[in-house]
């Protein structure tokens, strides 16, 4: 797989759990809510973003190979943009 089909994989999966879950935006506000009240701290959504990449990145430092966890990213990056507006 090439990186334009990787991008292309990681904007279906995108797409995807937009029809499962709703819109990216809503999701990451709720999650940064629950993070917000369990490390007693404000969290926001874009950092909700960034943290989800990060743990992929840690994954990746497991296995660098591991294909969904570059997808992943991908995908949070999309999502970081649109909750970054």
Known sequence: MNGEMMLKQAAAVVGN???TY????????A????????LGQPITPSQVALC??????????????HLDSMVDIA???AVLKEVSR
């Open 31 to 38: 999650i940064a809510k629950r993070w917000s009240i369990t």
């Open 52 to 65: 989800l990449i990060d743990l992929k990145l840690a994954r990746l430092a497991h296995d660098p190979q």
């Open 17 to 19: 759990r937009r029809e």
């Open 75 to 77: 995908g949070y990056a």
């Open 22 to 29: 709703g819109e990216p935006s809503a999701s990451m506000a």
